[in-house]
């Protein structure tokens, strides 16, 4: 089978000061940093759905993606052909990982029966093309979202069978991301929330979200899936309120239902904007709070309140982010998806190239300044030195509990304790990274 990006050449690394358009500037896989290869800090994976799944239409006009499988009758045809263009488009990249929900590499049947059994005909097809390719799978999830059955939620919907449906297909996508080898398994709470509070128990949604989550936990175990389950958070959008709102509220929706430490959490740089934080923010308070699993890296338009899901190419703002992932050790088993497409006038195949390669090199640039800026060592001394008092006996015992209220009013009122204000220091802070990350 021949496939749209068969003409496409392969893309050589020609440096940030090379002439050529087509050409990686940044994104050398075997480059070492920090004595780690470029590609094991940045783990980068392709959506399966953005990329080879979604066809350009919008609520206002028709498909309009150049995808011969979107013109095969055949469905699973189709999901053949998909798949084969999938993998020669990641070989021709040279991205390590993908990511799939399970709708994405097969159809969806009249019956659950029928769709298991698709997709368990499409895991053999694609268990091909990764042992040919040596493409990895960074995760897989399903797709709670798209079918009517969803409309009203998955785990929160208010009728028990549309929750037992739910479980079902879970049960199927964590066993099919096992068999493939899959590092992580990913829920986003797809419609988990809720379009209006006329009709809505929240205390019950929040137990049935808690029961769904500690079942998959359980599942997990029982199969020996050795992979992290995580939850991607998420403020809006399908519903109006999504209850994995941001990383603090996982955080506590975890402590509820005693899941800390069984499930962590994939940051996505445009939903962390759409929440009202930074993607630092985000990946800075899941690492201080040990929950830093993957991330999937977009971002989003600053004059538009959705999830636009565009490809990253601000590497100085990513740098911020990068250097709290180079703090925290790295992702361990996660990585960085593209969960972002290509706008619908990019229809052609090349776009498709255009937008990954560029977004490989952000990253990559992202990794660099990072790596430049605690080779530097001037940020990370000026924040140690903001909190040098705690590492001093009378900070310690501070926090170590050796101090009562009244002790410690005991040592300001006769120990005349007199701390004057210290600048902050940040436009110093921030000329420091913007000459870092030239
Ligand atoms: C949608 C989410 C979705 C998840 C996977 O906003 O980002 O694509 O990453 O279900
Ligand atoms: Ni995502
Ligand atoms: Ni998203």
Redesign the pocket.
Known sequence: MSTIFDAIPPIPFVGEEGEAEWGFRAWQPDRMVEGRRMADWLRPAVAYWHSFCATGADPFGAETMDRPWFRTADPMQAARQKAEAAFAFMERLGTPFFCFHDRDIAPEGATLRESNAMLDAMLDVVAGHMRRSGIRLLWGTANLFSHPRYMAGAATNPDPDVFAHAAAQVKHALEATHRLGGENYVL?GGREGYDTLLNTDLAREDAQLGRFLSLVVEHKHRIGFRGTILI?PKPMEPTKHQYDRDVATVYGFLARHRLLGEVKVNI?ANHATLAGHSFEHEVALAAALGLLGSV?INRGDPQNGWDTDQFPNNAQDLSLAMLEVMRAGGLGSGGFNF?AKVRRQSFAAEDLVHAHAGGLDTLARALLIAARIRADGRLDRARAGRYAGWDAPEGRAILDGGMSLAALSDRVLEGGVDPRPRSGGQERLENLVAQLAR
């Open positions: 986003w991607e996505e999937d969960d």
